[in-house]
């Protein structure tokens, strides 16, 4: 009666949601959306339904960032006898960018669940890396001379550029202790540094 006449409504229980995202410089590589269809799955399976992950291991993961930075911004004024001052401005940004894949596979099998009973070890790990890094920065630097009827100056516009890429291939031989590293040769060449000076006149 008490609650018919003050019209206390009951709370209803919310469905349990959460939301799982890694950022690698402000780029989103993963995004896991958790709801209650997720959660009765994992409680009813007693186990993380990810059977999937092993073959996109095997198959290979790609991944794609770019990011750009503001790395330095200044001026400065410099009198001088003339009367007439001198201005310096100076601004710049870096770009990067990373392309990433690799693939990873496990012997006799990932997880321990889907492995054969005379097999419960890990015997054997080979993984391959490729991976190409990109560089660019601009800063153009200009003086200039301000007047009331004219303004000149000089801007020197100053580049930078670089590639670097890296692959490389592990096996680990757990069984017999054998393991190995190699660097592999890029197919394609590349500019490892690129510097670039334009003067410019106004």
Same mark, same amino acid.
């Given at each position: 009666k008490i609650q018919s006449k003050l019209n206390i409504k009951t709370r209803r229980e919310e469905d349990p949601s959460a939301q799982i995202y890694l950022k690698v410089f402000g780029n989103e590589v993963t995004?896991?959306?958790?709801?209650?269809?997720?959660?009765k799955q994992i409680v009813r399976e007693d186990s993380l339904a990810i059977p999937d992950i092993?073959?996109?291991?095997?198959e290979g993961l790609e991944m794609k960032m770019t990011?750009?930075?503001h790395l330095a911004e200044?001026?400065?004024?410099?009198?001088?006898?003339?009367?007439?001052?001198i201005y310096m401005t100076m601004n710049s940004l870096v770009l990067t960018k990373s392309?990433?894949?690799?693939?990873m596979t496990v012997s006799p099998r990932l997880f321990h669940e889907d492995r054969p009973?005379?097999?419960?070890?890990? #015997?054997? +790990? @080979?993984?391959? &890396? !490729?991976?190409?890094?990109? /560089?660019?920065?601009?800063t153009p630097i200009?003086?200039?001379?301000?007047?009331p009827f004219i303004k #000149?100056? +000089? @801007?020197?516009? &100053? !580049?930078?550029?670089?590639? /670097?890429?890296?692959?490389?291939?592990?096996?680990?031989?757990?069984?017999?202790?054998?393991?190995?590293?190699?660097w592999e040769t890029p197919e394609k060449e590349h500019k490892l540094l690129e510097l670039r000076a334009c003067p410019i006149l106004f």
């Open positions: 995004f896991q959306n958790i709801d209650s269809a997720l959660l092993e073959q996109q291991l095997r990011k750009a930075h200044g001026s400065l004024g410099i009198p001088t006898t003339l009367g007439l001052p392309e990433i894949s690799g693939k009973s005379d097999q419960k070890d890990v #015997s054997a +790990i @080979e993984a391959s &890396l !490729s991976s190409i890094y990109s /560089i660019a920065m601009q200009r003086f200039i001379i301000d007047c #000149s100056g +000089i @801007e020197l516009d &100053l !580049s930078i550029n670089s590639v /670097i890429p890296i692959s490389g291939k592990v096996t680990l031989d757990l069984k017999n202790r054998q393991h190995k590293f190699i």
